[in-house]
């Protein structure tokens, strides 16, 4: 008998045992989890990252730095007729319009080999004008026309 009790004894501290580890488990198996999201999230966070640099990087020449009383920021948008020029970018109503065609050259090079003017609402713009003397609005498309 007493053989008996000392058999049921082995196994219950084998199945207490047991329990234990399978807590161990589920403990180290959430950890895992959480490492693995962890590790996705600061995955994402750096590609987020690296992206907006190399966002930055192409698209420095089209950051503003800085706004002086009277000055707004505004977006205009260039097209072409041939419709291979669809882009926007930031600028400020005082920007003489030659220095943001310089811009567009910069993304569109190919253009600079041709006479260009530009247009907005069928109006000629002044390239030694400023935005504002040009009457150009937030979010005006210009159209981008090409003497070939």
Do not use: H, W
């Amino acid at each position: 008998m007493n053989y008996l009790n000392i058999e049921k004894q082995k196994n219950s501290n084998l199945t207490n045992q047991i329990n234990l580890y399978i807590q161990k488990i589920n403990e180290l198996n959430n950890k895992i989890n959480f490492l693995q999201k962890s590790l996705i999230s600061k995955k994402e966070t750096q590609n987020l990252s690296e992206s907006n640099y190399e966002n930055k990087s192409t698209n420095s020449n089209f950051s503003i730095s800085s706004i002086k009383p009277g000055e707004k920021i505004i977006s205009i948008i260039f097209r072409s007729i041939d419709q291979k020029v669809n882009f926007s970018f930031p600028c400020k109503n005082t920007d003489i319009f030659v220095r943001i065609e310089e811009k567009l050259y910069k993304v569109y090079p190919e253009y600079k080999e041709y006479n260009n003017f530009f247009t907005v609402g069928g109006r000629t713009i002044k390239r030694f004008k400023s935005i504002e003397e040009n009457n150009i609005k937030n979010a005006d498309n210009i159209l981008l026309n090409v003497y070939q």
